[in-house]
């Protein structure tokens, strides 16, 4: 009997070891990436640069949309095997087009996730270093809980030292093929 109730005492015991509380934060990193002055100058710079792009599509665009009013005009005048011709040059034009388009969103979308990435690297850093400081054993995500007290919310500090490091964050530009 005093062998169970000991069993029992040392279980208890080994189950209090492992309910030790444990410290933890919550950061919003979302907030952190999109108010970063490099990352929003970034994303203005990238902005400009696709302006320029812009006026050539947008010429491009007016472009292809002649050739359709053209091709309507046209179907009274012209045969039909001439009129099956500029349908599919405006065809092959529009898919190149569109292609181009794609390539080009595509582009920015695939510079803008390097450049979160970038950014989340310099957060992961300094919350690594935070935690070692702090003895903070989890650091969680806005998003990956429901509830949590304000006071274990480590955001502002953190962004305070983002603000101290100033990182090139680098893209390319889109380039035609």
């Keep these: 009997m005093k062998l169970i109730y000991f069993i029992i005492f040392l279980f208890l015991n080994f189950i209090c070891l492992k309910l030790v509380a444990q410290t933890i934060a919550t950061v919003n990193i ?6 970063n002055s490099n990352y929003i100058e ?12 812009l006026e050539t599509f947008e010429l491009k665009e007016k472009e292809l949309n002649d ?3 053209d091709i309507e005009e046209s179907k009274l005048i012209l045969s039909q095997s001439e009129i ?11 898919t190149k087009f569109n292609l181009l388009i794609e390539e080009f969103n595509l ?6 996730i390097n450049i979160r990435e970038q950014v989340l690297r310099e957060i ?17 995500d806005s998003t990956s809980y429901l509830i949590a ?3 274990i919310d480590i955001t502002e500090i953190i962004n305070r030292e983002l603000t101290k490091i100033n990182f ?3 893209y390319e530009n889109f380039k035609k093929n």
């Design 30 to 35: 979302h907030l952190l990436i999109d108010n």
């Design 42 to 53: 970034t994303i203005k710079e990238i902005e400009i640069n696709q302006g320029q792009y």
């Design 67 to 69: 050739i359709l009013d």
């Design 84 to 94: 099956n011709l500029r349908i599919d040059d405006y065809n092959n034009q529009l």
């Design 107 to 112: 582009h920015y979308q695939n510079q803008i």
């Design 124 to 140: 992961i850093v300094l919350l690594e270093n935070y935690a070692i400081e702090n003895k903070v054993d989890l650091i969680l």
């Design 149 to 151: 007290s304000n006071s």
């Design 168 to 170: 090139i964050l680098d």
